[in-house]
């Protein structure tokens, strides 16, 4: 197992747990998918494995270590990017300059991983020398992504990336998150966007009231009738 949430209680100010008892297991080059209701402590949960939410009791794992509460400037050498939902790229820069931005740090190494980037996604170069902010959505969140890459990580954690961009854009987005297990990546995902995040999935979680409600392989919550009702737009039961 890649990442490890243990029962951990986190949220925003001490008073207040939005995460009660929360549960992980992020499987290594797999997709995992967290999925539930508007404050259901998704993004939350995210954040506390990344760091910007404190967590005040269980822990978190990665490859069987301790990094609970990493600080954020040691998320590069753990190997972990954290994509947020929104302004996750500089959108007065060039895409070029959002790239080398990020990349500073790789020294001899930065034009070669500039151009490793640039052929992973082909757009981008295309369009290196446009503002960040002229991309279309879903060329955004490629960049976002391509941005969070120039650490290498072994784990992307990515909040809804496919959201608010029209149906195709979407999925070319999802796609191009399940493309990045091919390269061993551990990717957990936070999706709105249901029906579509299952086919990407290997395993899915859901979460409702910052604890966890079910989970499974992503293919048999699929096929699951009561998560169809209540996740996927399904018939309403009678007398509901
Ligand atoms: N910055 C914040 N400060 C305080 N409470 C927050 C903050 N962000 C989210 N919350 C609260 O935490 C709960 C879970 O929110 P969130 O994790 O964003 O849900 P989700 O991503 O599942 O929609 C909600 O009740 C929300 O109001
Ligand atoms: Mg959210």
């Given at each position: 197992m890649a990442l490890q949430v243990r029962n951990i209680t986190a949220g925003?100010?001490?008073?207040?747990?939005?995460?009660?008892g929360m549960n992980l297991d992020a499987r290594r080059g797999q997709v995992t998918v967290i999925i539930g209701p508007n404050g259901a402590g998704k993004s939350t949960l995210i954040k506390a494995v990344a760091g910007l939410v404190p967590v005040s009791a269980g822990k978190v794992l990665l490859d069987a270590r301790d990094i609970t509460n990493p600080r954020t400037d040691q998320m590069g050498q753990l190997g972990m990017a954290y994509v947020p939902q929104?302004?996750?790229?500089?959108?007065?820069?060039?895409i070029r300059q959002n790239l080398e931005l990020v990349l500073?740090?790789?020294?001899?190494?930065r034009a070669s991983r500039l151009n490793a980037l640039f052929q992973q996604f082909p757009p981008l170069a295309e369009k290196q020398?446009?503002?960040?902010?002229?991309?279309s959505g879903g060329q955004r969140q490629f960049l976002a992504v391509a941005m969070a890459l120039a650490i290498r990580p072994s784990v992307m954690l990515m909040d809804?990336?496919?959201?608010?961009?029209a149906p195709k854009a979407a999925e070319e987005v999802l796609g191009m998150v399940r493309a990045l297990?091919?390269?061993?990546v551990t990717v957990v995902l936070v999706e709105q966007n249901v029906r579509q995040a299952l086919r990407v999935a290997d395993y899915c979680y859901i979460l409702a009231d910052g604890q966890n409600q079910v989970d499974g392989p992503a293919k048999a919550l699929m096929n699951d009738p009561v998560v169809g009702e209540i996740y996927l737009g399904g018939k309403r039961m009678a007398g509901s």
């Open positions: 925003y100010v001490p008073e207040l747990a939005i995460l009660r929104t302004d996750n790229i500089f959108r007065s820069l060039t500073r740090q790789a020294g001899s190494e020398k446009e503002k960040a902010g002229s991309l809804e990336p496919s959201a608010g961009l297990t091919d390269d061993g």
